[in-house]
């Protein structure tokens, strides 16, 4: 048995999903339903205490370009994001994260998804360390997270 719950639980009535293609001949034709509750609200298994995701921006500090580059995109964010929770810039390695970073935090999932859309395009040569905020601290920075860019090893001894 698997350790993930059916996604498809409260479907098992529901007609079949047609077969047919649209127009452009690759994509399926979807029938029009409820818009889903994931554009306003984050999962029910999200930590309501603590905000949504937390994107954290590393840089390699020793590479002059690179360093240069991460100040400048934080200004940028803090330029163009003034709405969202953006932390001190560190130079150096700080809790699990093995280089310099910045972490950007986000509320809901319209500003999480105008946020990635960005940072995938303006992030240059930073890699970028996506996790939620389930409350299981070493499962969402390992199991949860998403990276943009390389991937880095954490120092999980600081996660648990």
């Not at 034709?29 to 818009?35: A, E, F, I, S, W």
């Not at 999932?109 to 859309?117: E, I, L, R, V």
Request: aromatic share 16%; proline share 10%; charged share 20%.
């Amino acid at each position: 048995m698997s350790q993930w719950p059916s996604l498809l639980a409260g479907y098992e009535g529901a007609e079949p999903l047609p077969t047919t293609f649209n127009p452009d001949g690759k994509s399926l034709y979807n029938l029009p339903g409820l818009r889903s509750a994931a554009y306003d609200e984050f999962p029910k298994q999200f930590n309501p205490s603590k905000n949504g995701f937390d994107f954290h921006i590393y840089h390699m500090p020793a590479v002059a370009a690179q360093a240069q580059y991460a100040k400048e995109l934080y200004e940028r964010v803090r330029r163009e994001f003034p709405e969202l929770r953006i932390h001190k810039f560190w130079d150096e390695p700080y809790g699990p994260h093995p280089t310099a970073m910045f972490e950007v935090d986000t509320f809901n999932p319209h500003q999480t998804g105008a946020f990635f859309s960005w940072l995938v395009v303006h992030r240059g040569p930073c890699d970028v360390l996506v996790h939620p905020n389930t409350g299981d601290v070493l499962r969402d920075h390992k199991e949860l997270a998403t990276w943009i860019g390389r991937r880095w090893p954490l120092y999980e001894e600081c996660l648990v």
